[in-house]
């Protein structure tokens, strides 16, 4: 089965995911009519769309059967593929980290921090988590009631706590948090490097010179913690061992990478959904303010209902089936999460804002073996953050219209202007 071309073209271009509405419409039309379906867009390599809940955890579970390294691991053009492949030596893939890896090395390198990133261990960050949240709030307080909170707030509160916990001085911030905006959001002209929209040439230029930066900065982060281990993140890489060997130059870079980057925009982004979710719903922001045991459950549909991530990709390593659809050997598939985020044979009334989901299985943080290694810092670092501002905040609404960043990958609100009472 082929989907319609203007739907396939729909669900994955960056603007449609910025306007929200069409991409809404183009997965509810998948979900009833093909929810397995091909998909060709112009210019970009054939693959399946994953619509339906169920169908990506199926995909998820089987890791073995569904690779991530074989083919490009996020939605690529076939002439920006051809580029990548030139420049990396026959790879799809920019870095090796975590997300492009398979077994065994998956597994090997996953254990590496595992334990660092369990609620046990997160813990001993909770009080330090709680200082930085209470810096943002009291800088909500000083702007006098007016702000704006994805630029102002969301953008940098889970920045700077993935760099404490990578130990990069908050001097170097800015630094970092423009290299991550132009490795996530390069298809938005806000915020890459040059400022204007970029042809993919442009773009993976672009990339290409934000990675070779990150090696320089943790190359000497690498080389502190080697002298000087802290036991923060930073210190688990630079000194971990993979099959009893140190890591090796590129896999160690990758993997602060994909910490420095995956670490906040994706929160960021789930923040500032989170609240203009608030400000346009008094009743919830009134219930939360009474009862702070509502936090988690906000939380978790704040999280569902931002879908940050917008997908990743999967290959079959041998001809299988799924849902009755034949699947072939080396078919690319797209798991569409915001989809499977609105699936109606999973959430009630899933287009509603609500905080009284029992048992919200989002895959928002995708499933299985590839699962968010960094799901419960999120949790907890937004937990705090709205523990610490509704205790402070008295009234809250928007002070004009919010507006969405322009990626098919990591998106959400750039930009949501604020009205607000403080004590
Ligand atoms: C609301 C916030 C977040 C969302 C929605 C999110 C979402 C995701 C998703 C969808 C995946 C892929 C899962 C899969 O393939 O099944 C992923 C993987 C990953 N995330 Fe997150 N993430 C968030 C926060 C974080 C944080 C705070 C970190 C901390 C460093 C982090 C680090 C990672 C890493 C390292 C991976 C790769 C795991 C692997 O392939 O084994 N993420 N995340």
Request: with cysteine; net charge negative.
């Amino acid at each position: 089965m082929m989907i319609p071309q203007d739907i396939a073209n729909t669900i994955v271009d960056p603007l449609a995911y910025a306007a929200e509405k069409p991409i809404d419409k183009a997965f509810k039309f998948l979900r009833k009519e093909m929810p397995l379906a091909r998909a060709e867009p112009e210019g970009i390599s054939p693959f399946w769309a994953i619509t339906k809940h169920a169908d990506i955890l199926e995909v998820e579970k089987q890791n073995e059967l569904f690779h991530n390294g074989d083919l490009s691991t996020v939605m690529t053009t076939i002439e920006v593929d051809k580029k990548m492949r030139q420049l990396m030596g026959g790879s799809p893939h920019l870095v090796r980290s975590l997300v492009q890896m398979d077994n065994p090395d998956h597994m090997a390198y996953r254990h590496l921090t595992q334990a660092w990133f369990l609620p046990q261990n997160l813990k001993r960050l909770e009080s330090r988590v709680r200082d930085i949240a209470r810096v943002f709030v009291d800088r909500m307080a000083d702007m006098g009631g007016t702000c704006d909170f994805a630029k102002d707030v969301a953008l940098y509160f889970p920045l700077h706590v993935i760099m404490e916990t990578l130990g990069v001085p908050e001097a170097d911030e800015p630094r970092m948090l423009k290299l991550t905006q132009e490795l996530f959001g390069s298809q938005d002209p806000d915020l890459n490097r040059t400022g204007k929209k970029m042809n993919f040439e442009e773009a993976m230029a672009a990339v290409q010179e934000t990675v070779g930066d990150f090696i320089t900065y943790f190359n000497a982060i690498t080389e502190d913690r080697r002298a000087h281990p802290t036991g923060d993140l930073s210190s688990v890489i630079a000194n971990g061992q993979v099959n009893g060997q140190p890591l090796d130059h590129f896999a160690a870079m990758s993997y602060y990478i994909i910490a420095a980057t995956a670490g906040h925009d994706t929160t960021s982004n789930t923040m500032a959904a989170g609240i203009w979710a608030l400000a346009e719903r008094p009743d919830v922001f009134r219930r939360l303010k009474a009862d702070t045991s509502l936090l988690p459950a906000f939380v978790e549909e704040t999280i569902r209902w931002a879908t940050p991530v917008k997908h990743f990709m999967r290959s079959a390593t041998a001809d299988t089936q799924l849902s009755g659809q034949k699947i072939a050997k080396g078919d690319w598939m797209m798991l569409c999460y915001p989809s499977g985020n609105r699936d109606e044979d999973v959430f009630v009334d899933p287009f509603a804002f609500s905080i009284d989901r029992s048992g919200n299985k989002h895959v928002s943080f995708g499933y299985g073996a590839h699962v968010c290694i960094g799901q419960h810092l999120a949790r907890m670092e937004m937990r705090i953050f709205w523990e610490e501002i509704l205790g402070r905040i008295e009234s809250i609404e928007l002070a004009g219209e919010p507006k969405n960043s322009v990626s098919n990958f990591v998106c959400g609100p750039k930009s949501v202007p604020l009205r607000y009472n403080m004590i």
